[in-house]
């Protein structure tokens, strides 16, 4: 059992394998349900809602490549941030960096 101090996130880092993948795909599952319920309760079907959400994802090459280009950056800012905490450097400047790193790269 863990120990009282121990942070949600530590505990979390401490799951190996597939332990680590079930509580991921868990808590995919859980916000998609909770999601359901939300769509359900302002009287829209959950079913077409999530369907049309696909389709506008990945429904055809065109929607694949619009995903693609909106999520690439945040991932290189979600991954550039995740360097920043390993080194134990407080970041908060993560979207004026990314407009900043833009200008210049132009």
């Known amino acids: 059992m863990p120990q009282r101090n121990d ?6 880092l401490r799951l190996k394998g597939l332990k680590a993948i079930g509580a991921s795909i868990g808590t995919v599952i859980l916000a998609l349900l909770i999601g359901a319920l939300l769509i359900a309760l302002i009287g829209i079907d959950p079913w077409s809602a999530y369907a049309a959400l696909w389709d506008g994802a990945v429904g055809n090459k065109n929607s694949i490549a619009e995903t693609l280009l909106r999520s690439i950056p945040l991932a290189v800012i979600g991954l550039g941030i ?3 905490f ?6 908060v ?4 960096q990314l407009y900043l790193g833009a ?3 132009a």
């Not at 390993?86 to 970041?91: D, E, I, L, T, Y």
């Not at 400047?93 to 004026?96: D, N, Q, S, T």
């Open 7 to 12: 942070s949600i996130l530590k505990r979390f």
């Open 103 to 105: 200008v210049a790269a």
């Open 93 to 96: 400047g993560a979207e004026g």
């Open 82 to 84: 995740t360097v920043a």
């Open 86 to 91: 390993r080194a134990s450097v407080f970041n």
